[in-house]
C-alpha cells in the first residue's frame, strides 16, 4: 500500500548512524552515489553490498523498513532490466527473434544497471531520510552549500526546500492511497480495461491529489508566516549542528571503504 511507503519517512531509532552529524551522512552520500555509478566488476559490487549491510545493521533498520524501502521500486528496477537486456546487443547472442537480440554482456549490464537502483535507493534511506530528520537535513544542507552566498545564492531557502520536498513525500503517498481508496469505493477500477482507460482512471487521482498538494503547500506557508519565519538571515539554532571526533572518522573510514571498492574495481578490468 502507498501509505507505507518509507522514502522520504524518518525512522526514529537510537543508533550509531542516527546520532551520527548530518554533514557527514550528506557527504557519504554524495561519495556513495559516485561509487555506485563507477564499479562495474561483480566483485565490487559484492563487497559494496557488504558494507550497504553494515550501514543498515549501524542504522538498526529492520527488514520490514529495507523492504518497505526497495519494494516501490523494484518495478523500475525490472524495467531498466528489460529495456537494457532488449537494447544492449554487444557480445555473443544466446537468443534472436527478429528484432530482438538477447546477449550475456546485456545481461551482466542490465543486472549491474538494476543493482546500482537498489543500492542508490538503499543508500538514500539509510544515509539521509530513515536516519536523519528533515530539520536536521535541512540545517546540514545549508551548512555544505553556505559558501554559495558569496554568488548571492539564497542557500537557506534552496536547503528548506530541498527538505519540504523530501519531508512530504510520504504524504503525498498516503494523500494518493486515501484517494484512491475513496475513487474505488465509487465503482472506480483501475486494474482492468485497455491501457487508454487505466490512464483516463488515473485522471481522477492527479485532480485532486494536485488540488490537495496546492492546499496543503497554502497551509504550510500560513503556519510558517504565523510563526514569524523570515527566512535565515539572523535566525538562531534551537539544537545547533556539532560535530564530533567520531562522526570525522566515520566519514573517513566509510570513505576509505567507497574508494577501495572503486580501487578494486579499476584493478579488475
Known amino acids: 500500500m502507498l501509505d ?12 550509531f548512524l542516527h546520532d551520527t552529524d548530518p554533514r557527514i551522512k550528506t557527504i557519504l552520500y554524495a561519495v556513495y552515489l559516485v561509487a555506485i555509478f563507477m564499479i562495474k566488476e561483480p566483485l565490487a559490487i559484492g563487497i559494496l553490498a557488504a558494507i550497504v549491510i553494515v ?6 533498520v529492520t527488514p520490514g523498513i529495507l523492504w518497505s524501502t526497495v519494494k516501490p521500486m523494484i518495478p523500475l528496477a ?15 547472442a544466446i537468443f534472436s527473434w ?14 549491474i544497471m538494476s543493482v546500482r537502483l537498489i543500492f542508490l535507493i538503499v543508500s538514500t534511506s539509510v544515509l539521509l531520510t530513515l536516519t536523519t530528520t528533515p530539520l536536521k537535513m535541512s540545517d546540514a544542507l545549508e551548512k555544505l552549500f553556505a559558501p554559495l552566498q558569496i554568488i548571492k545564492i539564497p542557500v537557506h531557502e534552496m536547503s528548506m526546500m530541498m527538505s519540504i520536498a523530501i519531508r512530504f513525500i510520504p504524504t503525498l503517498a498516503a494523500e ?27 485522471i481522477t487521482v492527479l485532480i485532486p491529489l494536485f488540488v490537495s498538494s496546492f492546499r496543503r503547500a497554502d497551509e504550510l506557508a500560513i503556519a510558517m508566516d504565523a510563526r514569524c519565519y523570515r527566512g535565515g538571515k539572523g535566525r538562531t539554532k534551537l539544537n545547533p549542528l556539532k ?4 562522526d570525522v572518522l566515520t566519514g573517513i573510514v566509510f570513505t576509505l571503504s567507497a574508494v577501495l571498492v572503486v580501487v578494486i574495481d579499476l584493478s579488475l578490468r
Open 98 to 111: 527478429k528484432m530482438i537480440t538477447v546477449t550475456w554482456y546485456g545481461i551482466s549490464r542490465a543486472a
Open 4 to 15: 507505507k511507503i518509507s522514502i522520504g519517512r524518518y525512522y526514529p531509532a537510537h543508533s
Open 78 to 92: 525490472l524495467f531498466i532490466f528489460i529495456i537494457n537486456v532488449l537494447t544492449i546487443r554487444q557480445g555473443d
Open 55 to 60: 550501514q543498515l545493521i549501524l542504522a538498526k
Open 243 to 246: 560535530m564530533t571526533l567520531r
Open 176 to 202: 494518493t492511497d486515501k484517494i484512491m481508496k475513496a475513487q474505488q469505493s465509487r465503482g472506480a477500477n483501475y486494474d482492468t480495461g485497455s491501457f487508454i482507460n487505466k490512464v483516463r482512471g488515473y
